[in-house]
């Protein structure tokens, strides 16, 4: 049974086009995170969640859009898709903020490739 | 401004024989360290963490020791084995960057039999 599952694993688009990724965690943590990992295997937060309150938003610019219908999900939707954005996205989750109980659990990534 | 630095982008060791990872840091409000181990095509998976409070956690055949003065850490794997080979990522949390981990770019470890 998947912790952290998030679909598609493989998204291949054409520059222009409106994609989202989809996340789900069983785990029961209040705190669910957007990572993007670049070309040169940087990880790098995007956004944070906890329970459905926006935490943090890293400067991504407004074509990212996350959605957070409940703690349990953490969806991200991608509008006018630029050659910039591919790379691989990670979806993951948290019991907690800080401190103790931070060990984020990861999805298996989505590889997006814009052409 | 990258606060959290693995100098060495690749790593090979002997089966049997330890395995250091070690990871710098530049922000002191960092309280707490994580270190995790990534097979392609899957996502990074934790591995060992360690609280500013403490200089050494072990679990296992891993061990995280870290040097507050020095604003460093390292990871020991003994003794290493094939299955570890993998890219192994150091992160850090707390301070300004509460609510996120801010990672290093990773180290290649190739465990040779």
């Known amino acids: 049974d998947t912790a952290v599952s998030q679909t598609p694993k493989y998204l291949v688009t054409q520059m222009g086009n409106d994609k989202s990724i989809k996340c789900e965690q069983n785990?029961?943590?209040?705190?669910m995170y957007w990572y993007k990992q670049d070309s040169k295997k940087f990880l790098k937060i995007m956004f944070s969640?906890?329970?459905?309150?926006?935490?943090i938003n890293e400067t991504v610019p407004n074509r990212f859009s996350p959605k957070s219908p409940d703690k349990a999900h953490l969806n991200l939707h991608i509008n006018s898709l630029e050659l910039g954005d591919s790379a691989v996205y990670f979806c993951a989750s948290s019991q907690a903020m800080g401190g103790f109980n931070t060990e984020a659990f990861f999805g298996q990534g989505t590889r997006l490739t814009v052409v | 401004d990258q606060q959290v630095k693995q100098n060495s982008p690749s790593l090979s060791v002997q089966e049997g024989r330890i395995s250091i990872l070690n990871c710098d840091y530049t922000?002191?409000?960092?309280?707490?360290f994580l270190w995790y181990k990534k097979y392609p095509a899957e996502g990074p998976t934790f591995l060992i963490s360690?609280?500013?409070?403490?200089d050494k956690n072990e679990d296992g055949r891993f061990t995280v020791f870290l040097n507050k003065s020095a604003k460093h850490l390292s990871l020991h794997i003994v003794p290493s084995q094939p299955g570890d080979s993998a890219v192994y990522f150091c992160?850090?949390?707390?301070?300004?960057?509460?609510?996120?981990?801010?990672f290093g770019q990773g180290t290649i470890l190739t465990v040779h039999p």
């Open positions: 992160a850090a949390n707390g301070g300004t960057s509460y609510g996120k981990l801010t």
């Open positions: 969640y906890n329970n459905k309150e926006l935490i």
């Open positions: 785990l029961g943590h209040d705190t």
């Open positions: 360690i609280s500013s409070i403490k």
């Open positions: 922000n002191s409000m960092f309280d707490y």
